[in-house]
C-alpha cells in the first residue's frame, strides 16, 4: 500500500512526511483491516511530526480522523463484519482494569494508546484497530464530512461538556480552527449564544456564518462577559485573556492535547469568583458515541478542504498558518 511515513521528526515547512509504499498491514486477533477512504488532519498530527509530543515509534504513519470500510476481519472479530462502514479515531487501546478504567474516565488509562502514534494511523491506504475502538457508521453519511468529527468533534464535544453548558449559556470560543466550528454548530442548536475570539478575518467571518453573535481578535472588544469559555488555541497566553471575560462561578476548558506555558494568573483577577479551569484529556468512547449521535441529529456539516494523501505536507503547512477555514481532508483517490 501507499502511505505518507514520518522517519524522522521535523518542522512541517521540511516536508517530513514522505509518500512511500509499505507493506499492508495484517490484522491481528481482534482486530479489523480498514481500506481508508479519507483521513481528516488534525493539529495533534502536526505536535507529533513537529515533536511537541515525545516520539514513541518511529517510522509512522500519522492520522487518526479516518473513514473507510472493513476489508478484512482478525480472529476472534464479533462486532464488526466485512465491508462495514466505519471511523477510526484517536484512542485505540486501553487497559479495561484501571481505576479510571472502571469508572467511565478511561481517557486517564495510563496504559492508553493511540491512532497514528503508537499504531500506524489513517495517511494510508489500509491501516488496522481493534474492533473495539472503531465507530460504525451509518450510510447515509459522507465520508469527507464525517472525517473531522471523529477527532476534532470529539474533542470539542468533550471541551464543551467540561464547561458545563447550560441552556442559555453565553460561550466563548478562543481559536477557530476544526474543533471550534463543530463545536459552535452543537451549541447553536443548544440554544447558546457564542462568541469568537481569533486573529484570522477569514475564520472570524466563518463563525459569522455560522451563528456566532460576535467574532474578534481583541478579547477587550467582546460585548459581553460569557458564561463558559473554550481555548481551543495552543497557546498559553490566551487562558488569562479568556478569564477576563468569563463570569463568576463560569468555567473554562483547554481543549489542546499541547500548549506554550500559561503566563502567571492574577488570583482576584483571574480565578476569585469560583472559576474553574478544567483541561482536557484525550477521550472516551463513550464521547465518541454521544458527539456522533448529536452531529448527525444535528447535521452538522463541517466546511473541509479536500488534498490529495500526496499533498499531506502542504495540507498540514496550510492548518499550522491559519489557511484552512474549517478541516482539511486527505483523500486517497
Known amino acids: 500500500m501507499h502511505a505518507m511515513l514520518l522517519r524522522t521528526s521535523a518542522k512541517i515547512?521540511?516536508?517530513?512526511?514522505?509518500?512511500?509504499?509499505?507493506?499492508?498491514?495484517?490484522?491481528?486477533?481482534?482486530?479489523?483491516?480498514?481500506?481508508?477512504?479519507?483521513?481528516?488532519?488534525?493539529?495533534?498530527?502536526?505536535?507529533?511530526?513537529?515533536?511537541?509530543?515525545?516520539?514513541?515509534?518511529?517510522?509512522?504513519?500519522?492520522?487518526?480522523?479516518?473513514?473507510?470500510?472493513?476489508?478484512?476481519?482478525?480472529?476472534?472479530?464479533?462486532?464488526?463484519?466485512?465491508?462495514?462502514?466505519?471511523?477510526?479515531?484517536?484512542?485505540?487501546?486501553?487497559?479495561?482494569?484501571?481505576?479510571?478504567?472502571?469508572?467511565?474516565?478511561?481517557?486517564?488509562?495510563?496504559?492508553?494508546?493511540?491512532?497514528?502514534?503508537?499504531?500506524?494511523?489513517?495517511?494510508?491506504?489500509?491501516?488496522?484497530?481493534?474492533?473495539?475502538?472503531?465507530?460504525?457508521?451509518?450510510?447515509?453519511?459522507?465520508?469527507?464530512?464525517?472525517?473531522?468529527?471523529?477527532?476534532?468533534?470529539?474533542?470539542?464535544?468533550r471541551a464543551w461538556q467540561r464547561c458545563h453548558p447550560r441552556p442559555g449559556d453565553r460561550l466563548g470560543i478562543f481559536g477557530f480552527g476544526s474543533s471550534a466550528h463543530i463545536v459552535l454548530q452543537l451549541a447553536l442548536r443548544r440554544g447558546h449564544d457564542v462568541y469568537v475570539v481569533t486573529r484570522s478575518k477569514t475564520h472570524q467571518q466563518l463563525a459569522r456564518n455560522l451563528g456566532a453573535l460576535w467574532a474578534g481578535d481583541d478579547v477587550s472588544q467582546m460585548p459581553v462577559r460569557v458564561t463558559s469559555a473554550i481555548v481551543f488555541a495552543p497557546a498559553g497566553e490566551v487562558v488569562p485573556a479568556a478569564l477576563s471575560v468569563l463570569e463568576p462561578g463560569g468555567t473554562l476548558a483547554l481543549a489542546g492535547i499541547h500548549m506554550t506555558p500559561i503566563p502567571a494568573l492574577d488570583y482576584q483577577k483571574h480565578l476569585y469568583g469560583e472559576r474553574d479551569i478544567h483541561p482536557v484529556t484525550a477521550n472516551t468512547r463513550r464521547d465518541g458515541n454521544n458527539l456522533l449521535t448529536e452531529a448527525f441529529s444535528a447535521k452538522v456539516q463541517p466546511h473541509i478542504v479536500r488534498y490529495p494523501l500526496r499533498d499531506a505536507n502542504r495540507a498540514l503547512q496550510d492548518m499550522k498558518v491559519g489557511r484552512i477555514e474549517g478541516t482539511g481532508v486527505l483523500t486517497m483517490d
Not at 500519522?62 to 473513514?67: E, Y
Not at 471511523?87 to 467511565?104: D, Q
Request: negative net charge.
Open 13 to 157: 515547512e521540511a516536508n517530513p512526511l514522505a509518500w512511500e509504499e509499505v507493506p499492508d498491514p495484517v490484522p491481528a486477533p481482534g482486530e479489523v483491516r480498514i481500506k481508508v477512504r479519507c483521513c481528516a488532519i488534525c493539529r495533534t498530527d502536526l505536535h507529533i511530526i513537529e515533536e511537541d509530543l515525545p516520539p514513541i515509534r518511529r517510522p509512522i504513519i500519522p492520522g487518526h480522523q479516518a473513514v473507510g470500510a472493513v476489508d478484512a476481519v482478525g480472529a476472534g472479530c464479533q462486532r464488526l463484519k466485512l465491508n462495514m462502514r466505519v471511523g477510526v479515531a484517536w484512542l485505540r487501546h486501553t487497559c479495561g482494569v484501571c481505576k479510571f478504567c472502571t469508572t467511565g474516565r478511561e481517557n486517564l488509562c495510563p496504559s492508553s494508546q493511540y491512532t497514528g502514534y503508537h499504531a500506524n494511523g489513517g495517511y494510508a491506504e489500509y491501516l488496522t484497530v481493534p474492533e473495539d475502538f472503531a465507530y460504525p457508521l451509518p450510510q447515509a453519511a459522507d465520508d469527507l464530512h464525517t472525517a473531522p468529527l471523529l477527532c476534532a468533534g470529539i474533542i470539542g464535544y
